[in-house]
């Protein structure tokens, strides 16, 4: 019998599945935001232990992806989904992909900062940095709002503030090579800081990845190699739309 033939029990076994499914994407992401939390606190605190146990974090944030990987498989080979049920499959495996890819960057963090935290510190105590992470911070946050509600606006404003965190590492690598043209001594320091400054750029990227993953799944538009002012104009045009139909009601 095909899996389209068993009406609304079917459909009502898939919407289970898939909703415990996006619960343990959730839970995932909640492991990576603590673990990108504590990577930014040691680094801030220059506490070299608490960097040093970021690291602990990578398991468990490994395991979910396979659990959940496999899950998505075996839906796929069991209900054989087609259209939007299959899109929000393929953008569960994308998230989950991009979030052990934050976890890993995350990693990178806690151990630079575990690095850092027995040298000198600045007297700016890597105040430009830990404003990255913050704003790298919030768009882990948003992305995972964003997957849970399936909210497309607030999914597009990701990619604006990706611009933004854009800006400021490109400011941190200005500032940090001005330091070492100044003060060869502090290259290393400076090097590290700058690698970490390079995982949190990346890590903004991939939960830019998630909100555009989002708005595939809502609306079936691909808008990953369209340009910020593409999406700025289809963000725009959803807007309207919405305005519209709250005026027809």
């Known amino acids: 019998m095909e899996p389209q033939s068993l009406g609304p029990h079917y459909s009502r076994q898939f919407d289970e599945e898939i909703e415990r499914t996006r619960a343990q994407v959730l839970e995932m992401g909640g492991l990576v935001e603590e673990q990108l939390r504590r990577a930014l606190r040691a680094l801030a605190k220059g506490d070299s232990e608490l960097g040093d146990q970021v690291a602990q974090y990578d398991y ?48 990178k963090v806690g151990l630079l900062a575990a690095k850092l935290a027995v040298q000198e510190r600045p007297a700016s105590r890597y105040r430009e ?15 995972l709002d964003a997957f849970a509600r399936r909210d497309v606006s607030t999914a597009m404003e990701i990619s604006q503030e990706d611009k933004k965190a854009d800006e400021e590492y490109e400011s941190v690598m200005r500032q940090g090579i001005t330091l070492m043209m100044e003060d060869p001594r502090s290259i290393p320091r400076v090097i590290d800081t700058l690698w970490v ?4 750029e990346r890590i903004g990227d991939h939960a830019k990845n998630i909100g555009e993953y989002v708005v595939y799944m809502v609306h079936g538009k691909d808008i990953r190699h369209i340009g910020r002012d593409g999406k ?16 027809t009601v």
């Open 129 to 143: 940095i830990r404003h990255l992470g913050d704003q790298v911070s919030d768009m882990v946050s948003s992305a």
């Open 60 to 107: 468990r944030i490994n395991q979910f992806e396979v659990l959940i990987d496999e899950e998505c498989s075996r839906m796929i080979a069991r209900r054989q989904p087609t259209a939007g049920d299959l899109r929000q499959i393929m953008m569960i495996i994308k998230t989950i992909t991009d979030l052990e890819r934050i976890g890993d960057e995350a990693e």
């Open 197 to 200: 400054a390079k995982s949190l």
């Open 232 to 247: 700025r104009s289809y963000a725009e045009s959803l807007a309207q739309e919405a305005e519209e139909g709250q005026q």
